[in-house]
T-cell receptor, first 114, second 115 residues
Framework: GAGVSQSPSNKVTEKGKDVELRCDPISGHTALYWYRQSLGQGLEFLIYFQGNSAPDKSGLPSDRFSAERTGGSVSTLTIQRTQQEDSAVYLC????????????FGPGTRLLVL | AQKITQTQPGMFVQEKEAVTLDCTYDTSDPSYGLFWYKQPSSGEMIFLIYQGSYDQQNATEGRYSLNFQKARKSANLVISASQLGDSAMYFCAMRGVGGADGLTFGKGTHLIIQP
C-alpha cells in the first residue's frame, strides 16, 4: 500500500512569511508524528497525534509552530513568521497505534528560509 | 529522560564484510522499544529492525540483526555481507511506554561501503 506522503517536497520562503507543511499518513494508522532534522540539532521530536488529539505539544520549538490533524488522517504543520533557524527537513511519521509500534516515515519537506 | 548514544560518527567497511554499528541507551522506562533506521542520501528514513525490551531473542530481519544486551543497555546493529547500497546514515532510536511520545534518536553513524 501507499506509504506516508508529504508535501511540498521542497519549500523556499522569505523570512517572516508563514508556511504550511502537509502530511498524509498510511491509511489506518491512528498515530502521527512530526520531527525536525537539522544539521546542528539532529533529529528532534516535535509533536504527536493520537487520532485528532495532540496530548503533548511541549516539543514544539516556539509558539510560532502549530499543528493540527483533522479526520484522523491528514496533518498540517504551520510555521508562522519563519526565521532562518527554521530551515531544516521536516519529517512526518505514522504508526498503527501509539506506544512502541514501528513508525514509518515520509520523504520529508526541505524548508529553506532566506 | 531518554538518551541514545552512537559513538561512531563514520565508518568505512569493505564490501561483503560484516559491520557492527554501536548504540547504547539510557531510560528509566521499564518497557521500551529500540529501533534502527537507515537514511540514504535521498533523505528518507527507512525502518530496518525493532527490538522490544522484553523480547527474549535478538531481532533479525534478513541481513540485519540486533545484538541486544539489556544489562549493558546496548542495541548494536549488525549488517552481514555488506553491500554498496548499504552506504547511508544509520540512526538508533528508542521509545518508552509511558515516556516521551516521540522517538529519541542518536546522532547517527555514516557508513560507507567500499568496493
Amino acid at each position: 500500500g501507499a506509504g506516508v506522503s508529504q508535501s511540498p517536497s521542497n519549500k523556499v520562503t522569505e523570512k517572516g512569511k508563514d508556511v504550511e507543511l502537509r502530511c498524509d499518513p498510511i491509511s489506518g494508522h491512528t498515530a502521527l508524528y512530526w520531527y525536525r532534522q537539522s544539521l546542528g540539532q539532529g533529529l528532534e521530536f516535535l509533536i504527536y497525534f493520537q487520532g485528532n488529539s495532540a496530548p503533548d505539544k511541549s516539543g514544539l520549538p516556539s509558539d510560532r509552530f502549530s499543528a493540527e490533524r483533522t479526520g484522523g488522517s491528514v496533518s498540517t504543520l504551520t510555521i508562522q513568521r519563519t526565521q532562518q533557524e527554521d530551515s531544516a527537513v521536516y519529517l512526518c511519521a505514522s504508526s498503527l497505534a501509539g506506544q512502541v509500534e514501528t513508525q514509518y516515515f515520509g520523504p520529508g519537506t526541505r524548508l529553506l528560509v532566506l | 529522560a531518554q538518551k541514545i548514544t552512537q559513538t561512531q560518527p563514520g565508518m568505512f567497511v569493505q564490501e561483503k564484510e560484516a559491520v557492527t554499528l554501536d548504540c547504547t541507551y539510557d531510560t528509566s522506562d521499564p518497557s521500551y522499544g529500540l529501533f534502527w533506521y537507515k537514511q540514504p542520501s535521498s533523505g528518507e528514513m527507512i525502518f530496518l529492525i525493532y527490538q522490544g525490551s522484553y523480547d527474549q531473542q535478538n531481532a533479525t530481519e534478513g541481513r540485519y540483526s540486533l545484538n541486544f544486551q539489556k544489562a549493558r543497555k546496548s542495541a548494536n546493529l549488525v549488517i552481514s555481507a555488506s553491500q554498496l547500497g548499504d552506504s547511508a546514515m544509520y540512526f538508533c532510536a528508542m521509545r518508552g511506554v509511558g515516556g516521551a511520545d516521540g522517538l529519541t534518536f542518536g546522532k547517527g553513524t555514516h557508513l560507507i561501503i567500499q568496493p
